[in-house]
């Protein structure tokens, strides 16, 4: 897959350097050429974003082809937050917000209007900056709530939980007391039940939001080796500030920049070309830390 | 800041479709309101009450089955959203019906001389033409006036100690206050005729007495919420310039919160101007004009609408809605008016 | 400057005390104002002295009987005929009190949630503006639309209900009078609470973490299951304080139940009857007519219902205060 044409003068688009894993053909769309549509993972496509009349998202475009990892990196401030919230439809949560263009995942436009919200939410999961599980269930209940939430029938919890706590690196530790409340545990095994979480209603795309912000280098690295090993059956799109973080977990990497403008893409490209690279100064400049 | 495209990128919220959530919203109420009018019609739900008895019911039907077109999940959660609607819906039916009923009822007591005749020669089931509630009125302003006298200073007094001297009592008061607040009128009524009825007479002051000590919670706890929103450079500033706690409390923090103070007081009177059962024990009831606020029962606007509902003749009623009438104009207006004062503040 | 942590001499180092030495006008003035901030624990006490001293030859006299019997008679006046029991108010009173509860728990579950999750937020100012307004109606007001307007229609229910469920023994009669009822007074004092209740309720709910809720939605829940995954465990001791604080107010109203319940003295838990009691309500019902004997008894009356009231209030302020610091 290929860089695509771009017509406005900010060289966006998001540039893949591998095939994805399977090419449906034929998914419903009108509005998008061929081969955007029949890309399954996520897209999208000139993505603005408001908060009132603070443009803060200015044109986005961007690929994120099935089962990758994708970084998400840029001085704060930027809109990567605001970006992340648009792929799950939590954006629409803050009253003043508003936006433009478009988002297909597997080609359908999540925010098409006869689309279910709910829906498009268990589909794109998302983990947040701050651990947070709910506090008032059991770990195991935790693991399962979204299962509870979306009345998903489920035939064997118990091993959907022992997969999902495994998955997230969490099932050795927690194996013996998962009937403890879920704020009994330290913030870095919070967080990986807050994966466990978001893995169980088997999403097709993870977002992450700087989720290792508050953990400490322990907990970041087993975190990672869950992205990892995440990355195999899952698309995953993580904001991190540490460069070492996105040059270790992912495939890909988009810098955003707002510069006293709305934030926009200044490049995007493989991992390792980004890093090592860049076409762009400024992105040069940010990973290697000379600035933001 | 603009933007290279053919046509301007203008901003949009695809998650409002106003059309669309009208749609789905109202096809449960309407389906439930025809069903409602039938049901209203062939069975025993007759009446307006009737009426809403069965919408309500098949409210809760229709969105469960409506919700139910799409799964199980979106059925719940319409439920409940009908729930929650409707509860507070429902909860509001029997103020409007008060108001309602109020204005109803007590219009036709109210006349040009209802506010300065008293009860003196007019008997309780005369003719409407006749007496009024002037008696009341003064009395009940010359009640709030000595309860005022009394609680404001200390109610404020009260907040100034937690948020001035912050002694080692401050919790203690507090606490104090916050088990004040939750004594039962009647009993605060109780205390009062204990103490002063029973050894000299139903009187005015008495009255006033019990008023203040429901009060002086009120007051004591907004001052102190109003008190602790004056910034601590203030009192910074005032001690670097040498002056005293005393002048600075006096001179500037309590000035500086002139106008909340003015709302906590004006919250106090408002909350106890309608206790009728501490007056019942107090200062009790005359249907004669007088300022004399002590040796004799004096008259008061919840006494009076109480005096006339046990008399209970046609006429007798309808002049104690007209009371009640006066009596919720009364409060609601300086209720309203604290919060015009109060909130002038903020700004 | 190099600082040695010694412990040798940080221990050896006396602290200078500030002195405090105020002027002689600051020590007046903040003697005074301690005075005047005293003024609630002094009457406090002064309230529960006078009331245990003055029914002190009651509970002498009468001992446990006083809170265990029914029957209230003076008598001549002397204490070896007379017999005063409170039972079937102090009864009275918890169980309307109870109705009150049960009948006001789920609109104040459901207007705090439509307060705080559904309404919009101008609309929610404006109703909240206005639910204020409602809490400051007196109650003799609701007395009288309780008795002239609400009984009326309560008693029609009362009767269907009696109609029905009269196997079930609250809801049984004995003569069908279905007037005055604990029902039709439970109902009333149900509406006075409401506001109290569901402003305490609104507030807690109003501090459920945000994260949170977005958590909820962003696994596919829907408004209802973020609610019950999140903001009803978080609020449900907010939900209890401000219920208890509801039953506070409804234990110790007097004139809005004097004038909506017939007062019989008899221990009796059929709802629908027109029979109940209230502590309040007997005390303003009979200190017009009451012997110096029965005043005594009055008062002895007065401080059950005071200590009860106090016992509830303080329950329901911690329970609230816990649940408000907990957010923090
Ligand atoms: N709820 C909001 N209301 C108004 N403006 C907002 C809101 N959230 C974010 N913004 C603005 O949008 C812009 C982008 O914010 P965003 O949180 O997406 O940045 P970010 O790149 O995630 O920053 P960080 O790295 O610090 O998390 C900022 O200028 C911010 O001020
Ligand atoms: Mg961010």
């Not at chain 1, 408001?50 to 475009?61: A, K, M, N, Q, R």
């Not at chain 1, 082809?65 to 799950?88: A, D, E, H, Q």
């Not at chain 3, 209802?224 to 039953?247: D, H, Q």
Request: aromatic fraction near 8%; charge should be positive.
């Amino acid at each position: 897959m290929e860089t695509s044409q771009n017509k406005t003068s900010n060289p966006s688009l998001f540039t893949p350097g591998k095939m994805p894993a399977e090419m449906p053909i034929g998914t419903r769309s009108t509005s998008l050429d061929e081969r955007m549509v029949n890309m399954s993972g996520l897209q999208t496509k000139g993505i603005h974003a408001w908060f009132g009349s603070h443009h803060v998202l200015e044109d986005i475009s961007l690929d994120f082809p099935s089962n990758t990892v994708t970084g998400l990196i840029g001085p704060s401030g930027c809109g990567k937050s605001t970006f992340l919230r648009m792929l799950n439809r939590m954006h629409e949560f803050i009253p003043s917000a508003s936006m433009a263009g478009e988002v297909f995942l597997d080609g359908e436009e999540i925010y098409a209007a006869d689309v279910d919200v709910a829906a498009i939410r268990l589909q794109v999961g998302m983990v947040f900056q701050k651990p947070n599980p709910f506090p008032s269930m059991t770990i195991a209940e935790n693991v399962l709530a979204g299962i509870k939430l979306a009345n998903i029938k489920v035939k064997d919890k118990d091993s959907l939980l022992e997969e999902c706590l495994t998955r997230a690196g969490l099932w050795k530790e927690v194996k013996d007391r998962l009937k403890l409340s879920g704020a009994s545990l330290s913030g870095g095994q919070q967080q990986r039940l807050c994966i466990a979480r978001a893995l169980a209603v088997k999403p097709k795309v993870l977002l992450m939001d700087e989720p290792c912000s508050a953990l400490d280098p322990g907990s970041t690295l087993k975190i990672e080796d869950t992205i990892h090993e995440l990355s195999d059956t899952i698309t995953v799109v993580i904001v991190t500030h540490n460069m070492q973080q996105a040059a270790r977990v992912s495939d890909y990497c988009a810098f955003f920049l707002s510069d006293g403008h709305p934030g926009r893409i200044v490049e995007a490209d493989r991992t390792d070309v980004v890093f090592t690279s860049p076409k762009d100064q400024r992105t040069a400049d940010y990973v290697q830390g000379r600035f933001g | 800041m603009s933007v290279a495209l053919g046509a301007a990128v203008s901003p949009g919220r695809p998650w409002l479709n106003r059309r669309r959530s009208f749609r789905e919203a109202s096809a449960p109420v309407a389906v439930a309101l025809v069903l409602a009018a039938v049901a209203n019609l062939v069975t025993g739900l007759a009446g307006l009450l009737g009426f809403y008895l069965a919408f309500v019911i098949f409210f809760a039907a229709t969105s469960l089955v409506f919700g139910l077109r799409h799964d199980k999940v979106k059925a719940i959660d319409k439920f409940a959203t009908a729930f929650v609607v409707v509860g507070f819906a429902t909860a509001f039916i029997p103020w409007v019906s008060i108001l309602v009923t109020l204005a109803q009822k007590g219009w036709p007591a109210i006349y040009g001389g209802y506010f300065t005749n008293d009860m003196s020669v007019t008997g309780a089931d005369d003719d409407l033409g006749m007496g009024g509630l002037s008696h009341a009125i003064m009395g009940t302003f010359l009640i709030l006036l000595v309860a005022s006298v009394i609680a404001i200073p200390l109610g404020i007094l009260t907040a100034a100690y937690i948020t001035e001297i912050r002694g080692r009592l401050s919790g203690f008061v507090r606490v104090m206050v916050q088990s004040m607040s939750g004594v039962p009128s009647v009993v605060a009524g109780l205390f009062i005729y204990a103490t002063v009825v029973s050894r000299y007479q139903f009187s005015g002051v008495a009255g006033a007495l019990a008023l203040a000590i429901l009060m002086l919670p009120t007051i004591a706890r907004t001052a102190e919420e109003v008190l602790k929103l004056v910034p601590e450079e203030i009192r910074s500033a005032s001690y670097a310039l040498g002056a005293s706690q005393m002048a600075t409390t006096f001179r500037i923090i309590l000035p500086s919160a002139r106008s909340g103070l003015i709302t906590a007081s004006m919250l106090g009177i408002a909350r106890v101007a309608g206790e009728t059962a501490p007056l019942l024990l107090t200062s009790f009831y005359s249907a004669i004009f007088s300022r004399k606020l002590t040796g004799e029962p004096l008259a008061s606007l919840p006494m009076y609408v109480f005096q006339n509902f046990t008399v209970g003749t046609e006429h007798a009623l309808t002049r104690a809605w007209g009371g009640a009438f006066v009596l919720l104009s009364l409060i609601l207006s300086l209720f309203i008016l604290a919060r015009f004062v109060g909130g002038r503040t903020n700004k | 400057m190099a600082i040695a942590i010694d412990s040798g001499t940080a221990s050896s180092i006396e602290r200078r005390k500030i002195s405090e030495k105020r002027s002689l006008g600051d020590r007046v003035f903040r003697r005074g104002v301690t005075a005047g901030a005293l003024t609630s624990f002094v009457v406090m006490c002064f309230i529960a002295a006078l009331l245990f001293f003055r029914g002190f030859e009651i509970f002498r006299a009468f001992g446990l009987d006083f809170v265990t019997t029914s029957t209230w008679d003076a008598a001549d006046g002397t204490i070896e005929n007379a017999k005063f029991g409170v039972a079937a108010m102090l009864v009275g009173s918890i169980v309307t009190a109870v109705i009150a509860m049960v009948v006001a728990f789920p609109f104040v579950v459901a207007s705090a949630l439509f307060l705080e999750f559904y309404a919009s937020k101008k609309l929610k100012f404006i109703l909240v503006s206005i639910l204020d307004l409602m809490a400051a109606i007196p109650s003799i007001i609701y007395g009288l639309w309780g008795y002239l307007v609400l009984m009326p229609l309560a008693a029609g229910w009362a009767a269907t209900i009696n109609k029905y469920l009269g196997w079930i023994p609250i809801f049984g009669v004995e003569v069908e009078n279905f007037d005055a009822s604990p029902f039709v007074s439970g109902l009333v004092l149900a509406l006075m609470i409401l506001p109290i209740a569901m402003s305490v309720t609104r507030e807690v709910y109003s501090r459920a973490p945000l994260d949170q809720i977005q958590a909820a939605y962003a696994l596919g829940g829907s408004r209802w299951g973020a609610i019950r995954a999140v903001v009803l465990p978080f609020g449900r001791s907010g939900l209890v304080g401000g219920m208890l604080l509801g039953l506070g107010r409804a234990l110790g109203e007097t004139i809005a139940v004097l004038l909506t319940l017939n007062l019989v003295f008899e221990v009796k838990f059929q709802i629908l009857a027109s029979a109940g009691g209230s502590v309040a309500s007997l005390i303003a019902s009979r200190i017009g007519e009451a012997t110096p004997l029965e005043l005594k008894a009055l008062m002895a009356a007065g401080l059950v219902l005071f200590v009860l009231t106090l016992l509830v209030n303080f329950g329901a302020s911690s329970i609230v205060a816990r649940a408000e610091r907990r957010v923090q």
